[in-house]
């Protein structure tokens, strides 16, 4: 999960939103690993949506965790991946597949 804060703090400005979605945590777990381990503040607009919200289930088609889904503003599923995308991956086709398509969703070269 390194590897979000950081996109986060790179490319927020220019339109990267996060939504956590975690069926292993209560709101308050999830939150406290998020801020105390992760390292994200209320200043980087993450949001988090629990374990039983169908609008991550049913649309997108979520079949286990972790998984990772890139959305354009749409909607529109334009990248999605079950398994860990984290810094320790950094370097690795999947890793950079997001990286890339972070930067074209929001539009930096």
């Not at 996109?7 to 945590?25: E, K, Q, R, S």
């Not at 909607?75 to 995308?85: D, H, P, S, T």
């Not at 690795?92 to 929001?106: A, G, R, S, V, W």
Request: hydrophobic share 35%; glycine share 10%; with cysteine.
């Amino acid at each position: 999960m390194p590897s979000f804060k950081v996109w986060n703090d790179l490319y927020h400005a220019d339109g990267f939103w996060i939504i956590f979605n975690n069926d292993a945590d209560t709101l308050e777990a999830a939150e406290s690993y998020l801020v105390g381990t992760i390292g994200f503040t209320a200043d980087d607009h993450v949001d988090y949506i629990g374990n039983t919200s169908p609008d991550i289930w049913g649309p997108y088609g979520l079949t286990g965790y972790p998984t990772t889904v890139l959305l354009d503003r749409d909607g529109k599923i334009r990248l999605q991946a079950v398994g860990a995308i984290d810094q320790d991956y950094a370097g690795y086709e999947i890793h950079t597949q997001f990286e890339k398509c972070i930067k074209e969703l929001c539009g930096v070269s």
